[in-house]
Each structure stands twice: as C-alpha cells, then as structure tokens.
C-alpha cells in the first residue's frame, strides 16, 4: 500500500519520505528508531556544578524572549519540578514561545547552574516523565522532517492500515516462541513502554526478518537442486585413497572432511556448487586437485580460473607436479600464451585430449570450447564478477561448480552471502608449520627492526615489505613504497637487491618481479597489497608493515599468510604510531576466523573484502554481528517449514514463495 494513503501525509511529506526511501506503508512502519533516548528524571539535589540533567515539571510563567545580534535568541521561564521552582533558558527556539503556556508539561534536559538555579536547555520536549525511565525513539530524518512528525506518521499507519502489515511469522513458530502479532511488535518497537518490552518486541521483528530472508535462500538453494541434474559419477573412496597415498605428505583431518563432502556432491544426482573456505596456508589447492583426480575418474575435463596471471602459473606448477603420476594431461592458459600454443591448448580441449587448464579469465574467452567439462574451480572466488564465474560454468552442461576462498570471513556473513552454497571450511594447518610471530612496533623502534631485518637476511631469507601508498599525496604523512625504497637501500642496497611493485604498474613488469622474487634474485620486495593473495614464496620469512592502522585485520591477516610457508619459522612487524590496541589482536592469533569475527565487530560486514557490498546483507532491525543466534534458528525453521509438505497451501509460504519467484 502507498505511503500516500496514510491519514496526515500530504504532498510536502510525501516529497521528504521519499527522501528516506520511504515509499509504501511497510517502508514507514519497518522505519525503525536508529536508537533510543532513555529519559530519566534528574533529582536537582543530587547534581554537580554543570552536569547534564532531565527533569520535567509546569511552565509557571509567560516565556520572556531576548534578541540578540546576528539572529541570537533566548527563551526564559519558570518551571515548577518535584525539586521546586528553577529557571529555565533555551537558545535559538523563540518559535516556542506560543506554545509555552502557563501550565503545561514540559520534559527540559540541559545543564544546570546550581548557583543560579537555571537550567541552560539543549532540549525541550512536550509531556511529562513518569516514575520509571521513559523509552523516547529517536528516527533518521531530512531536512523539513521532525521526530515528532516522524512518530505520528508511523503510529497512524500502524493504527489505520491493518490490512498492509502482513505477518510472515508462521503460526507453529508463534506459538512455540511466544512471540505477540506484528501489528503489536511495532507499536512497541516505536513507542517503547520499558526496555523489557522492547527487547521482547525487537527479538520478534529480527527473527521475521531473518526468517524471511533465510526462506529465500533455502528456496533458492532447493530449487536449484531440482532444477540442475548434476553428472552421474560412481567414483569409490578407494579409487581416491589410491592416489592420496601417492602424495609426499598427510592430509589434515579438516582436508579429509572436505574431500569426502566433495566426492559426495560430485556422486549426487544433484549438481555441486560447494565453497571452501579456508585461511591462508590451510592446503585449499589439494582438496581442489582430489576434486580434479575424482572428475578425471569419470571421464570428464577441469578448468581451474585464478584471478592473476602469477597464481595462474603457481597453480599450474605445483598442480601438474602432483599429478605426474596419475596419467592427467594439464595445460596453461592465460593472456600471454603464445598463439600458436593457444590454438593447441583449444584443439586438445574441444577434442577431449586435455584433462585439465588452469588459467585466468582466458579459459573464457569465445574460442575456448570443451568437449565434456565436468567441473569448474575457481580461486579468490570474491575476486571475479558473477558474470565471469557464469561465463566459464556455461562452456559445460551443467558442470560441478567448486570455489575456493582464502579470505575467512565470520560465520554470520558467509550464511548470508554464501547461502546458497555448501560450505567446507579448513582451519587446520598442515603439519610442520609454525605459527608466523607477530609484533607491533613504533616508527622510533626502526633501528631494532632493521636489526632483526638483517637477521633474516643473513639467514638467507627474504622480506616483504608493505606501503599502504604508491606515491605521496597531498596532506599525507605516510610512508610510501618510493620512499621506502630509498630507506632500505640506505639500510640494505650495498649487500642485498631491492625492489618495488605495486599495483599501477604494467601486468608483464609486476609478474617479471614477482618471479625474481620468487626465485629468490630479489632479497627485500616492497610492494602495495598486491602480493596479498596467493604469491606463495617458501623463503619468505619475514613481512614488515607500514601505517599497519590503515588496513583492516582482515587484510593484514591476508598479508602476514604470505610467510609462514614452509618450516622456517616467520615474522610479522606491524608499525603503527597510533591504534596499537586494535592491532593488539594480530599479536594473540594467527585464527584468521577469529581476527575476522573481530574485523567484523570493529568494521561491520560492509568493507571486509575492501570494497563495499549492498543489496541482500541490508536488514532494517536484524544485526548480524548481534544476532547470530537467532539467524541460526531462522535459518532451521525456515528449511524445516520449507520441506514439511503438510503446510503447501499455507497463506505465509504461498506468500513468501511469490514474492521470491517476483523478484527473480
């Protein structure tokens, strides 16, 4: 129902709703108060010089208004409290003065002068206290819109619009949850009579909304189970033990549950389209390469897309020499393949002669054509458009879809945005790797970083260094990948090669030193983020942050993932001269899932990839950082409403159910 067939809201109002995205009488009532005023009166006699104070009490006489220049103006008057009679002035509010008749109720919070017995008013509202605390909602507004207007807009469309408040709680889960009707909820939630009641009423709304919302994902994910026939595969454990026996070392426990969760999907009748999600070093890539083994069992192709040219060519090394063994024909295929190689690498696809390509967003380009693709993987998965993943899963029919991610991200948020995936998750470390020492130092503590520098270059170890900038900019004071160049040839360049990369340069440049590095020519690299995913150099051991305030945990996470990689044990320097308690986290763990359940709390869920996400994660009530449990419950509820066949004709699935087939 719109907006405009609420009683009170004329053409002006319409215009300055709308402002707020307030369209339909739904989008008013779920207008949710983005905090509450708890108003509390203030014995008098129990206050300091100057403290904050809310009392209420009867305007006992006729307003005095004082101009002063430049437009100033104050309002004096009498109020008679349960504390006694004490003046009151109020700045800038002469429109007030009408309305401050002799005898009416007034709730005044401001500062008060206990010599002169004057309150200084920040605030005047109509009414009076009670004897316990008043809850006041407090909305977001615009210009030409009070809080008041605001209020009485909404309780009259609770009041008058029964019929536009739809109720998507199903009956069973009222009932077992005690939970009052919606109509009720609201009214509470916008005019709180204590903070009892309003828990009560908030728990409510927030479990409608995530139920809502995890019925559409539950849908969808069944939906897409009976509409995609996956391929039929009979491959036994045993045929996979054979092979994982072949390999030089031992699968982790979390590796192994990932691999059985896989060979399971990929038997269904129903198609695989499984993450996993794993922190960085967990050994993501050889659960990714028994998929490939269990694919090749059956007769069918694999294509492994990564987001860079670099891990493009460290996938396809460290794949194809894992798999020399088991007769698997693997190809390279990215911008800088040679032509000739390239029309080669299309022939063997489209004839079935290559069982495996690994490569970047060549593998979808126009020419390429497969002949039975039966599973696609993609790496950094986050880091393609929905369009290019959809690219490469339509050059098979109906192939297995497999995704990998190195970016842990909370629980809460990989309910929401994964949803309609399987998720496996691999926190466990491979055996024989220590834990990256952390520390947070000072700029004024350089000397004893160079120190322990030096160290590990002694050792015949390399460094990363980290520059959150390119080039100075102006009004800033931090330091950049050029400068610090300079200082570390001043520290270093006489005995060790140093060098830079960053993310302006051109793709062939940035690859050539990222190979150097890698094969151990260049002794310090100091880079911008980009060496954050993926690059995987098993003499790195150390990594020393700049400006580390300026990165999330998470993306500091992922940059300390880059040593650590082999047995040598690795360090971490973070330099901040500000935020060292934030930063304090880094130094307790290396659980990726823990720093970024604390990245979550500090940043929300909206910046935790750097770039900003909207759409599906915006809930009106529901916090997901708050709320896990309940989105917990709503997600059981919802799937156990969703199967149980006795309720098909019910009014709230058949209603949810069409608003989901609308949007689609």
């Known amino acids: 129902m719109d907006v405009k067939n609420v009683k009170g809201i004329g053409p002006k109002s319409l215009t300055l709703l709308k402002k707020l995205g307030i369209e339909t009488v739904n989008d008013l009532v779920t207008h949710y108060p983005f905090r509450y005023e708890l108003l509390q009166r203030t014995p008098l006699n129990e206050v300091g010089e100057e403290d904050k104070v809310i009392i209420d009490g009867k305007v006992e006489s006729i307003p005095i208004l004082l101009r002063f220049k430049a437009n100033l103006t104050k309002l004096n008057f009498r109020l008679v409290t349960q504390s006694g009679v004490v003046g009151v002035s109020i700045f800038n509010r002469a429109f007030l003065k009408s309305s401050l008749t002799i005898g009416e109720n007034v709730i005044v919070i401001g500062k008060f002068d206990k010599k002169k017995n004057v309150i200084t008013a920040s605030e005047l509202k109509f009414g009076s206290l009670g004897d316990s605390a008043k809850v006041e909602a407090i909305y977001h507004l615009t210009s030409g819109l009070t809080n008041k207007q605001m209020s009485t807009y909404i309780n009259t469309a609770i009041m008058m619009n029964k019929e ?203 020419d390429v054509k497969y002949k039975n693709l039966g599973l696609v993987i993609t790496d950094e998965q986050h880091r393609f458009g929905v369009n290019q993943r959809a690219n490469l899963k339509n050059k098979g029919v109906s192939p297995d879809v497999l995704y990998m991610s190195a970016t842990p991200i909370p629980r809460t948020y990989a309910l929401t945005i994964y949803g309609d995936m399987d998720v496996s998750i691999i926190k466990e470390m491979p055996k024989g790797r220590l834990p990256v020492k952390t520390t947070v130092k000072k700029e004024e503590e350089m ?24 080039e100075e900019t102006e009004n800033s004071d931090l330091t950049n990948v050029l400068e610090l160049k300079d200082k570390m040839n ?134 997901l950082r708050q709320d896990y449990k309940i989105l917990m419950q709503a997600k059981k509820d919802s799937l156990d409403y969703l199967l149980d066949d006795s309720n098909q004709k019910e009014s709230v699935k058949l209603r949810l159910i069409e608003s989901i087939e609308q949007e689609s």
């Open 490 to 623: 001043l520290a270093f360049g006489s005995k060790y090669k140093i060098d830079i990369v960053h993310g302006k340069m051109a793709t062939g440049a940035k690859e050539l030193i990222m190979n150097e590095f890698k094969q151990g020519s260049i002794n310090i690299l100091i880079s911008t983020t980009v060496v954050e995913v993926g690059v995987d150099v098993a003499n790195a051991s150390m990594i020393v942050i700049f400006n580390a305030e300026r990165f999330g945990l998470s993306t500091l996470h992922q940059l300390r993932g880059r040593v650590g990689r082999s047995q040598i044990q690795s360090y971490c320097i973070l330099i901040s001269n500000s935020d060292a308690k934030r930063l304090e986290v880094m130094e307790k763990t290396n659980d990726g899932f823990e720093i970024s359940e604390e990245d979550f709390k500090l940043r929300g869920h909206g910046d935790l990839f750097g770039t900003k996400q909207s759409g599906d994660m915006t809930f009106k009530m529901a916090d």
């Open 447 to 470: 000397k004893e970083i160079l120190e322990s520098m030096h160290e590990e270059l002694k050792n015949h170890h390399q460094i990363y260094v980290i520059a959150p900038l390119i």
């Open 164 to 366: 536009a408040i739809i109720d998507n709680i199903p009956t069973p889960y009222q009932e077992k949850y005690k939970f009052s009707n919606k109509r009720t909820a609201l009214n509470i939630a916008h005019n709180p009579p204590n903070l009892e009641k309003l828990k009560e009423a908030s728990i409510r709304l927030k479990y409608e909304e995530l139920f809502e919302f995890m019925f559409k994902i539950n849908y969808l994910k069944e939906e897409k189970k009976k509409k995609e026939n996956g391929i039929h595969r009979d491959v036994k454990r045993e045929q996979l033990e054979e092979f994982i026996q072949t390999l030089p070392f031992e699968l982790t426990s979390d590796q192994i549950k990932a691999t059985d969760e896989i060979l399971k999907d990929m038997n269904a009748k129903s198609k695989m389209n499984r993450l996993i999600q794993g922190d960085v070093g967990s050994g993501k890539t050889i659960v990714s390469i028994l998929a490939i083994y269990i694919n090749y069992l059956s007769g069918h192709q694999s294509a492994l897309m990564a987001p860079t040219e670099i891990l493009a060519i460290q996938h396809y090394n460290n794949i194809k020499e894992l798999l020399t063994q088991t007769g698997i024909q693997v190809e390279l295929l990215t911008g800088s393949t040679k032509k000739s190689d390239k029309e080669l690498i299309y022939h063997e696809l489209e004839n079935g002669t290559l069982d495996l390509v690994i490569g970047t967003h060549a593998l979808i380009q126009e």
